[in-house]
């Protein structure tokens, strides 16, 4: 267990429709970090949040939003869902001192 | 980052030494090797990181090059619940302001019984 958590934990939707994705970092951990994971692509990093502003951008679609809020927690939001938007989503946060990155057990989307 | 180059499966025998190699040729003096592992479908899990120095923890061993082009991930005695994809990433350290990984596709390592 990475202290880590992610929900939902399964996620089925029709494509079009919107959805959010919720991550709690570890206690104490700044930064939180969204990666998708397909298959064709492999996992890719698409957001970054430290403290509740972001901080860096990786491949993440003008379709998806993130936020981090007060409580650290952050919510990744995906909106006209597409059949290509089925996949992995992993959470990860990590801490300042060490420099590693513990991941969720992440949120597996499926759009129909 | 710099990027890096693993073979893309091996396998290993249970209770025998797993030894993955990676090679990083390009790596800048400011940018630590790093090893994750994911396990089918779980979320990618930390293994070990390094700079120049040999470093060990309780899961393993990584040994880097005296030139820093190549790392070897040592598990000294794998067994069946060490069968995943290993990444090794190169990356600078930035204090947690911005430390995206970035994930190549890693080398499946299935150990056998």
């Known amino acids: 267990d990475s202290g880590v958590t992610q929900t939902p934990k399964h996620l089925i939707t029709a494509t079009g429709q919107r959805v959010t994705l919720r991550c709690s970092p570890r206690?104490?951990?700044?930064?939180v970090y969204w990666y998708q994971q397909s298959l064709d692509q492999g996992l890719q990093f698409l957001i970054q949040y430290y403290n509740g502003e972001e901080r860096a951008k990786g491949n993440i679609l003008e379709r998806f939003s993130a936020q981090q809020f007060p409580d650290l927690h952050s919510e990744l939001n995906l909106s006209s869902l597409e059949l290509g938007d089925s996949a992995l989503y992993f959470c990860?946060?990590?801490?300042?001192?060490?420099?590693?990155?513990?991941f969720g057990p992440g949120t597996r989307l499926t759009v129909l | 980052d710099a990027k890096t180059t693993q073979p893309p499966s091996m396998d290993c025998a249970e209770g025998r030494a797993a030894n993955l190699p990676c090679n990083h040729s390009t790596i800048s003096g400011n940018e630590y090797v790093y090893w994750y592992r994911q396990i089918h479908s779980q979320g990618p899990q930390y293994i070990i990181h390094g700079l120049k120095n040999n470093e060990t923890n309780e899961m393993a061993s990584l040994i880097i090059t005296e030139d820093r082009k190549s790392s070897t991930l040592i598990l000294p005695h794998a067994t069946l619940r060490d069968t995943a994809v290993y990444y090794c990433i190169v990356r600078a350290n930035y204090g947690g302001a911005t430390n995206k990984l970035i994930f190549g596709t890693g080398t499946l390592l299935a150990v056998q019984p």
């Open positions: 990860a946060s990590g801490t300042p001192v060490a420099d590693t990155q513990y």
């Open positions: 206690s104490g951990d700044l930064s």
